[in-house]
């Protein structure tokens, strides 16, 4: 697999990670299968959603916040019981096809690090299955 | 991959697709592996649950409504920031072991594709790798 | 596949699987790929999250119960409508790296069965991938 460095700059963010991605597809020796994207990390996620837009990210980033707000009472005492759940919310992992060397994405969608306690120097962890045309 | 074309009724339901998905793999030349399903797109996203009673699906849609409301005040100026939030909720994929090529779900488990700003004219994308017997 | 029992104590809890996990990965005669599990359950979902403080799980669970209160007005007249959106809110799947036997995780992360409706006797699927290294 391949590891791949990110680094984040705020607490919460959505980190567009799409063309991180794309470099590593064209690294892989595989052309047509499955890029499998992984986040290795508890207190961030991956998401797919929309690129062209950046306040779409902004608002995903306030609602998650009023759901799972960061000051409530929680048992973990670290402070980042929220950035945890966020994670869980997210999910750890992105599956997106891959044709012909390219990441298979709809028109509007761009890939992204959910980072949830930032600052921090993170990693993505990013394989490619190959899919049999037979 | 397939592409499959998608009729949403309305501005957020779950639309049950698992026939949809089966018939996908039954075209396949695969039999045994995995089923991916991708959705390509930014305002829906996809979802396993119950198959049975479709007032489960009723609440899934009403309380995903009460989690991330339509009339908040977004940063976001199109009017539907809540259906960017519910897709990253839901997640854009799905993966479905298929064995002698049936799609193997548990007893009450359907497949929904999750509208969030219908009705529209959609599209989900399907995959199949083969898993090594050896 | 695999399927792999498991019994569950509470009605809402996350149960650490990711030795049963392993040890499937052991049984398998893939060492290289990608470890697939599965929920077949519509009350019950799979998350990868914090291994070492056991108060993240509670916070996890509390803070969920938050999102989707049980004791709602829901359409779904069983009770458990609550668990069902959970379901969605965690998903039904996940997928892992599978690396000269083991599985790639990061330092800190876990993998949990997200019991919604127990206790019960649950199960949850594996398949394993083989990646090619062309």
């Known amino acids: 697999m391949q590891r791949i460095g990110i680094k984040t700059k705020n607490r919460a963010e959505l980190v567009d990670i799409t063309e991180t991605i794309q470099s590593a597809a064209s690294r892989a020796k595989i052309r ?28 995903i ?30 999910g750890s992992s992105l599956q997106i096809f891959l044709e012909e060397g390219r990441l298979c994405l709809g028109r509007w969608q761009g890939v992204y690090f959910c980072e949830g306690d930032g600052p921090r120097s993170r990693e993505v962890w990013v394989k490619f299955i190959a899919s049999e045309m037979r």
């Not at 961030?44 to 929309?50: C, D, K, M, P, R």
């Open 61 to 90: 980033v306030a609602s998650l916040n009023r759901m799972v707000p960061a000051d409530r009472a929680y048992a973990h005492s670290e402070g980042n019981s929220d950035s945890h759940i966020k994670a869980s919310v997210f």
């Open 32 to 59: 047509d299968g499955v890029c499998l994207v992984f986040c290795p990390h508890t207190t961030a996620g991956l998401t797919i959603n929309e690129n062209a837009d950046p306040s779409v990210r902004e608002d």
